[in-house]
Nanobody, 124 residues
Framework: QVQLVESGGGLVQAGGSLRLSCAAS??????MAWFRQAPGKEHEFVAT????????RYADSVKGRFFISRDNAKNTLYLQMNNLNFEDTAVYFC???????????????????WGQGTQVTVSS
């Protein structure tokens, strides 16, 4: 049984920063990603990082502002979010894959494990 537990969300002013963490337990989780969901919207891909070589992919809306990283020794995924704006307000979910992929996926359906989510609210 895999558990993913996010932390680090909160309320921040526009232009500020937050760092999200996701602790994985239970078994090896390969590619990992962050998704977010704003009220009334679908899950939106944010960033992903590969297990094999640390290859990173970002949504265009966060490129240059967000940075995804992982510490495999600690089984922890991170998302450093800088220069936050109102449109970044959402529940952020950590996701993990049970398989090793050639390229980390951006579709939520490609991930097998999900955390409960952590709220990020950016005030304008």
């Amino acid at each position: 049984q895999v558990q993913l537990v996010e932390s680090g969300g909160g309320l921040v002013q526009a232009g500020g920063s937050l760092r999200l963490s996701c602790a994985a337990s239970g078994r090896t989780v390969y590619d990992m990603a962050w998704f977010r969901q704003a009220p009334g919207k679908e899950h939106e891909f944010v960033a992903t990082i590969a297990w094999t070589d640390g290859n990173r992919r970002y949504a265009d809306s966060v490129k240059g502002r967000f940075f995804i990283s992982r510490d495999n020794a600690k089984n922890t995924l991170y998302l450093q979010m800088n220069n936050l704006n109102f449109e970044d307000t959402a529940v952020y979910f950590c996701a993990g894959s049970a398989t090793v992929n050639l390229i980390p996926a951006v579709q939520p359906g490609q991930y097998h494990y999900w955390g409960q989510g952590t709220q990020v609210t950016v005030s304008s």
